[in-house]
């Protein structure tokens, strides 16, 4: 079973020409970016709450602050009188944020310096997003079709492109900046798992994995430094690894650890090396805030329907069905459809157990990987005796969410 997990994901993370389906990709991509920039074009003064404008402006200010030298973002050292936030329990350093965060959001204002009452300054602090959420749905489609075939890929990518939550939280419509955990996620997830392949070659270990290794370190960065808590997902891969790589569990050890060690160093530059500072701010952090008895409220249950069906509506029937195919069906229970479906379970878990938090990464997180995992059983069932009636099923469902979120669209344009 390990060997034929192996054998399924082996190539992910190789070259390819470029060809059809890659262009078919990039279109649906360019569509993408237009949706995002259509909702950046429609924001204007008021349209959100004055809190949230609040919340975007400090994150904003004290990322220049940082920039400027004038201190370390999320910490003490960067908080005024004027612009600091009403700190959670008394607790002057960011909990769940690193400085990371703030840097990402204020560099192209840094570097272009523009004020805050030119409308260049929208365009400037949403770009960095829409830039991650493309390259989300560029890594999501590369992955899917790798696993699953072309189908596999376009189903993925189609759900993805035509996601209300997604291209929100890209635009920053009314949302945190959550995308850029959620690529450093998965990003670090399907690498974990591309690394354990090249462990059964016939070399060294270590030196042979360096760039996956520092690729593997990147996403961590990412991952975490957008959100402390992400760091959920570290168990997880060593779990992977070891399952896709049982005989090299020393390999395994060393990757990690140094996949780990880059990530910490590349935190600590985020905090631009103030050691007292970055362990501090380790310590403070807030790794997960969950509460058990949540599982006894129908409302957290309610709450997690309502953001997964924002995610786009017929995740409401095609979720539920992937995954009674998955139960009931053996041939569709293999690494590449349960390595996806046991993120987006553990991402969709962690949101139920934390219910009182306004807007939450780990759906977003988990979505993502829904896509992948129903994209993997679609393509499986396309290989069936019924795959025409499953072909007008998957299509005309994937079309309709498309002409559902686009009509949204409009409907915010008049």
Same mark, same amino acid.
């Given at each position: 079973m390990v060997k034929q997990s192996v054998l399924s994901m082996r190539g992910i993370f190789s070259s390819q020409r470029f060809g059809r389906p890659q262009l078919l990709a990039g279109v649906l991509l360019l569509v993408f970016i237009g949706e995002c920039a259509w909702l950046v074009a429609h924001e204007y003064p008021g349209t959100f709450s004055t809190s949230t404008s609040e919340v975007e402006f400090v994150r904003i200010s004290e990322g220049l602050a940082q920039w400027h030298g004038q201190g370390i973002a999320g910490t003490p050292s960067a908080r005024t009188a004027s612009l600091e936030p009403p700190p959670a329990a008394g607790d002057s350093y960011d909990p769940h944020h690193s400085p990371l965060w703030y840097l990402i959001a204020s560099a192209p204002v840094y570097v272009f310096h523009v004020s805050p009452d030119s409308r260049l300054w929208i365009w400037l602090t949403r770009a960095p997003y829409i830039l991650f959420g493309t390259l989300l749905g560029a890594s999501l489609w590369y992955v899917s079709r790798r696993l699953y075939g072309n189908p596999g890929g376009y189903i993925a990518l189609g759900l993805y492109c035509f996601s209300p939550a997604v291209i929100r939280s890209s635009a920053l419509w009314a949302a945190p900046p959550d995308v850029a955990g959620a690529w450093g996620t998965f990003g670090a997830v399907f690498t974990a798992i591309a690394v354990s392949h090249t462990l059964y070659a016939p070399r060294e270990v270590v030196l042979w994995n360096w760039r996956r290794i520092v690729l593997l370190g990147v996403s961590l960065t990412l991952a975490m430094g957008s959100q402390f808590g992400l760091a959920v997902i570290l168990p997880v891969l060593l779990a992977f690894m070891l399952y896709l790589a049982p005989d090299r569990k020393a390999a395994v050890a060393i990757i990690l650890t140094a996949a780990c060690v880059i990530a910490l160093l590349l935190l600590l530059s985020s905090y631009f090396f103030h050691l007292g500072l970055f362990f501090r701010g380790l310590r403070h952090a807030r790794l997960l805030d969950a509460s058990w008895r949540s599982l006894k409220m129908p409302g957290a249950?309610?709450?997690?329907?309502?953001?997964?069906?924002? %995610?786009? @509506?017929? +995740? +409401?029937?095609?979720? @539920?069905? /992937?995954?009674?195919?998955?139960? *009931? =069906?053996?041939?569709?229970?293999?690494? *590449?459809?349960?390595?996806? =479906?046991?993120?987006? *379970?553990?991402?969709? !878990? +962690?949101?139920?157990?934390? @219910?009182? /938090?306004?807007? %939450? $990464?780990?759906?977003? #997180? /988990?979505?993502?990987?829904?896509?992948?995992?129903?994209?993997?059983?679609?393509?499986? +069932?396309? &290989? #069936?005796?019924? %795959? &025409?009636?499953?072909?007008? $099923?998957?299509?005309?469902?994937?079309?309709?969410?498309?002409? =559902?979120?686009?009509?949204? !669209?409009?409907?915010?344009?008049?």
């Open positions: 249950y309610l709450l997690l329907l309502k953001e997964v069906a924002e %995610s786009g @509506p017929v +995740l +409401l029937l095609l979720a @539920p069905a /992937a995954l009674a195919a998955y139960v *009931g =069906w053996r041939r569709a229970r293999y690494f *590449g459809n349960t390595a996806p =479906w046991i993120m987006a *379970g553990l991402f969709l !878990l +962690l949101r139920l157990l934390s @219910p009182h /938090a306004s807007g %939450s $990464i780990f759906v977003l #997180t /988990a979505v993502v990987f829904l896509f992948v995992f129903i994209a993997g059983i679609a393509a499986d +069932l396309l &290989e #069936t005796k019924a %795959s &025409e009636i499953v072909t007008a $099923i998957v299509v005309g469902l994937v079309c309709a969410n498309a002409f =559902w979120d686009l009509a949204a !669209l409009a409907r915010i344009g008049r």
